[in-house]
């Protein structure tokens, strides 16, 4: 029996990963922490509520967490918790730095102190910058970084801190890159389920000018499948990029939807692009696949129309979150 600390537990990826992890491990103690800010809800901890402890704070509060650590026996640590709407940086880059940088710092330096198995840090592949539209290169674990966002620079302070601490106290590391999650449970600011929900409200879906700029895109529970593989077989040190090789670009995301909702591809409006707008990540996804035997399950087109459906059947979910996103797209 294992006992895990999951951060940002309450947020999309996170929750996935709390159920996930409870469905495959269920004898392990599950320590769920949350600050709760905007996008994070216990409601997507509701079916799970009875069989986690979950705890209510920030990863930039060391005290607490370190009662967290010696209350529970914690062995794992999985670092979830980020601020990660691109927009939202451009508006406030400082709450990005604050949470992703310093609070991912905070974490490392109490699981050194509490001399932690396994760190794993959840990172992006929007650290390495982006591609031309016309590029045959992926990124690879060796890619240089160049964040050209504060989010994206925020992601790639984290990494250096995550290596630092251990190369510097020796402290056990994993690291995983993925590619751009989608599923259900996910915040409606993102491009997805902010299409999918305007959509069932009869509003056009908001389209950057530079809609033929694509993603790869990887279904939450292909996601939650590779940490786990990391975390059972991954080597201390080493980082894993996680990835579909599958790509798609804001508007054939917005076709997808609009076709799935029986509604016509005429309901998009343009808006400007924000600021830094990366044109193009790709993940080389390799490594993982060789070394530790992961691939992802789940097929783009299927995955993308099940979330769409799930949107469709649980208004009750996403409706009381719209109001709350800070961000108006467009509004630089």
């Given amino acids: 029996m294992t006992s ?29 922490l949350d600050a709760l800010t905007y996008a994070g809800t216990l409601t997507n901890l509701a079916d799970v509520r009875d069989d986690i402890v979950f705890a209510h704070g920030d990863i930039g509060d060391a005290p607490f967490v370190r009662r967290l650590l ?35 710092q905070n974490l490392l330096e109490v699981c050194r102190e509490t001399g932690v198995e396994r760190f794993h840090h959840i990172s992006t592949c929007e650290v390495y910058g982006d591609l031309s539209l016309r590029s045959t290169q992926t990124f690879s674990e ?22 630092a601490y251990h190369e510097t106290f020796d402290l056990p590391v994993t690291i995983t890159n993925c590619a751009n999650n989608y599923g259900s449970h996910q915040f409606p600011e993102k491009v997805l389920p902010l299409f999918t929900t305007r959509a069932l409200d009869g509003r056009p879906l908001p389209m950057y000018e530079s809609s033929d700029n694509r993603r790869e895109w990887i279904h939450v529970l292909d996601h939650c499948r590779a940490v786990e593989a990391v975390l059972l077989k991954g080597q201390s040190g080493e980082t894993y990029h996680v990835g579909t090789g599958v790509e798609a670009s804001v508007r054939q995301l917005a076709d997808l939807v609009l076709d799935e909702l029986g509604l016509p ?4 409006e343009v808006v400007p692009d924000r600021p830094g707008h990366d044109r193009r990540y790709l993940l080389d996804s390799g490594k993982i696949r060789r070394e530790l035997g992961w691939r992802p399950e789940i097929p783009f087109d299927e995955g993308v129309r099940d979330t769409i459906r799930w949107y469709a059947e649980n208004r009750d979910w996403w409706e009381p979150l719209k109001g709350r996103s800070p961000v108006v797209e467009g509004s630089w």
């Fill in 142 to 163: 060796r890619s240089p970084y160049r964040p050209r966002t504060p989010y994206n620079a925020s992601k790639a302070g984290a990494d250096h801190a995550v290596r």
């Fill in 70 to 104: 010696d209350e529970h026996g914690v062995g794992i640590v999985v670092n979830f918790a980020a601020e990660s709407h691109n927009s939202l940086a451009v508006l406030d880059p400082g709450r990005f730095f604050r949470t992703n940088v310093l609070g991912t």
């Fill in 265 to 268: 591809t005429t309901l998009t």
């Fill in 4 to 32: 895990l600390l999951v951060t940002g537990a309450a947020g999309f990826i996170g929750s996935h990963f709390v159920r996930y992890w409870l469905g495959q491990h269920p004898g392990d103690t599950v320590v769920a």
